[in-house]
């Protein structure tokens, strides 16, 4: 691409300015802003330098004036060029009266974001017109979902320290979603009682490691659990019930193929052999009831991914961009059933 981006990138000088008067009038607004604010959030350098200098001395309990602040920045070419210490005041004296810094924040947080994701973008197509001899296209893609993944998580604005008000709630919540299902389980059913019992169900804040020796059966518990909460979502949305006990599930096999697994579920929901279904000797009864069981679990949101030797950041990558489809084919045909 040979032509130059005429463009402006997004950007907002005069809320910097409004940002940096604020705390400047009042530094306790900087309380408020620093867990989700950082110097590169500004577009401007000198206002970047001039947050880093605030944050320092705010962290050591020096109180932050234009004439304080004046004493740090001593030296900064930038600084002196925009008039010093009368910059600092005049950003002082063009402070609102009440300020509403937290939409501030999420204004220069927002630009940042679209910034990086033009930068992401640029290296993107420059890589994909001349790339190194080593870089295959297909780890370009993986590159790429890993540079917007990143982008993801430092866009998240918000966070920080939760009240312990707010965290009895949630588990009050969770406790009568318990109560609601009978007094079993808060989470996703793992379709084994006494796990259950154990764990109160699968929940998204929990990592579960199932170790065994080989041919102890991990497979085909991983399987199960896969299997039973794939079609207690879908038994809920045929209901026409909002699923709540279930989940959609994405299974990574690296070492059984999909319709090995696929075989395995329909071995154990149709009560056929496996060494029947390898075989192929079936009854006539037997084949009716697997083609038709077949058929009917057809339809769960379960989704098997077999690729071999594959890494943690590709699981990652895949698993992201199938929840993403999964949500936006929900939302179209909630949008048909609206209209």
Not at 130 to 149: C, F
Not at 197 to 208: E, K, M, N, Q, T
Request: with cysteine; hydrophobic share 40%.
């Amino acid at each position: 691409m040979e032509k130059e981006y005429t463009r402006p990138l997004p950007y907002d000088v005069d809320i910097e300015q409004a940002l940096l008067g604020a705390i400047l009038v009042d530094n306790y607004h900087l309380d408020r802003v620093s867990s989700s604010l950082k110097p590169e959030h500004f577009y401007d350098p000198l206002h970047q330098r001039l947050y880093e200098a605030i944050e320092r001395m705010w962290a050591k309990a020096h109180a932050v004036t234009p004439l304080t602040l004046k004493t740090v920045m001593e030296g900064d070419a930038g600084f002196s060029e925009v008039g010093g210490q009368n910059y600092l005041s005049s950003l002082a004296r063009s402070s609102p009266v009440l300020p509403n810094v937290k939409d501030y924040v999420r204004i220069l947080c927002e630009h940042a974001l679209r910034r990086t994701l033009i930068q992401v973008g640029e290296d993107l197509v420059n890589t994909a017109y001349d790339p190194p001899p080593e870089l295959t296209a297909q780890q370009q893609i993986e590159d790429a979902e890993k540079a917007l993944y990143l982008v993801a998580e430092k866009g998240r604005f918000g966070g920080g320290p939760r009240s312990f008000d707010a965290a009895l709630s949630e588990a009050v919540t969770q406790a009568e979603r318990a109560l609601n299902s009978g007094g079993l389980i808060s989470g996703v059913s793992s379709g084994f009682n006494d796990l259950d019992s154990l764990l109160g169900g699968l929940h998204a804040s929990d990592l579960i490691i199932v170790a065994g020796r080989p041919g102890m059966g991990k497979t085909s518990l991983a399987t199960n659990m896969a299997f039973h909460a794939a079609r207690l979502w879908a038994k809920d949305k045929a209901d026409g019930a909002e699923p709540k006990r279930g989940a959609p599930v994405l299974l990574f096999s690296l070492e059984m193929a999909a319709s090995q697994l696929s075989a395995r579920v329909l071995s154990e929901q149709t009560e056929i052999e496996m060494r029947k279904i390898r075989t192929g000797r079936f009854t006539d009864s037997e084949w009716d009831r697997f083609v038709h069981t077949a058929q009917v679990l057809g339809d769960l949101p379960l989704y098997i991914d077999d690729t071999g030797g594959i890494s943690i950041a590709q699981i990652a990558a895949r698993a992201r961009r199938l929840k993403r489809e999964i949500a936006k084919a929900r939302s179209r045909v909630e949008g048909e059933n609206a209209a």
